[in-house]
């Protein structure tokens, strides 16, 4: 089957060396295995990962480490991909990505004048899609309504008396990552595109947000929640900044069920995907850790199991490619 994917300039000038590299890596020393350590360096501040100094060890990808260090490594690694963050989403799932995102907002179908978080939002692209389709939604109703005024009916009159000058709200979008690089280079997609209003920028930890209790209409993480050292506490604070009513959608990979798109899949993710991630944007690790993560991460059963023992009601969960991602959706009551 033949792909074809679009790409700019320079993704497309790297592919041309692709052959050439991918010999030069494999002929290196298997420094690079599916078990590699990230080097590291001098802790910083933001990253609180002492809060969970106990001794206890977690994963990160197949390899066990302290949970006070996970935070730590998970931050170089995305401090490292950022600014080639959207041309290897691109290159890795050659472009469908984008149509998992679509889909997580029509299920959504959010209205005019909510307040979301896109939490492990990074680059913007929940947030920016959210904005997008509010507005859409909004200036729909506004030409409805326009358009009612004109030949209104008795029903349509009884039901505008009083609210004269009333507009749909403006909805508002928060993107809130950990990783203030990923945010760096959303600001400068949201300022390249022209968004201005309802946006806005905040650092802040998954399993530690900076929020009052019910605050959000809508709670969105993407391909984000694996990365946390401790889900179960990510998922307690979606549901604690979460107003009544509020809802919780999550959008990650999952866990393939056909076994022979399984073989396929795991082929492509570990054979692939590290050397398009050296080659593209010369780390091989990062994207080694990004595919043995999504391995870790628990199926979609499980992973509603989890929100259920967290608080969430209505919980259903909706996969996309054969499973390869699931779009898990709960509401705080």
């Not at 604690?240 to 959008?251: A, E, H």
Request: aromatic share 10%; charged share 25%; glycine share 8%.
């Amino acid at each position: 089957m033949t792909f074809r994917l679009t790409l700019t300039a320079s993704m497309a000038a790297s592919f041309k060396e692709l052959p050439r590299k991918i010999v030069q890596i494999r002929n290196r020393s298997t420094r690079f295995g599916p078990r590699t350590r990230l080097g590291t360096s001098s802790s910083r501040a933001e990253v609180s990962a002492c809060r969970f100094c106990s001794g206890r060890s977690t994963h990160f990808g197949f390899e066990s480490v302290p949970e006070g260090e996970k935070a730590e490594r998970v931050y170089k690694v995305f401090e490292s991909v950022a600014q080639k963050y959207d041309v290897m989403n691109d290159a890795m799932s050659l472009g469908i990505h984008r149509l998992w995102k679509d889909s997580l907002l029509r299920l959504m179908n959010p209205q005019p004048g909510l307040k979301l978080l896109d939490t492990a939002g990074g680059t913007g692209d929940i947030s920016f899609r959210f904005l997008e389709y509010t507005r859409s939604v909004r200036e729909g109703q506004l030409r409805h309504r326009a358009r009612a005024n004109q030949t209104p009916s008795w029903q349509e009159i009884a039901a505008g008396y009083g609210s004269e000058g009333e507009e749909p709200a403006e909805s508002r979008a928060v993107v809130c990552d950990i990783n203030k690089e990923m945010l760096k280079v959303g600001k400068e997609r949201a300022e390249t595109a022209g968004i201005t209003t309802g946006l806005s920028w905040v650092v802040g930890d998954a399993e530690e947000l900076p929020f009052n209790d019910d605050q959000f209409d809508v709670y969105t993480i993407a391909f984000g929640i694996r990365n946390v050292t401790h889900i179960e506490q990510a998922l307690q604070e979606a549901l604690r900044v979460l107003k009544p009513g509020g809802r919780f959608m999550c959008l990650e990979f999952s866990k393939v069920s056909n076994p022979l798109l399984s073989r396929l899949y795991d082929a492509y993710s570990f054979q692939m995907i590290p050397v398009l991630g050296e080659v593209i944007a010369g780390d091989w690790k990062s994207y080694q850790y990004l595919v043995e993560s999504i391995r870790r991460f628990p199926d979609q059963e499980t992973f509603k199991e989890m929100m259920e023992e967290a608080g969430f009601f209505r919980i259903q969960y909706v996969n996309l490619t054969g499973g390869v991602v699931a779009i898990h959706s709960g509401f705080k009551l």
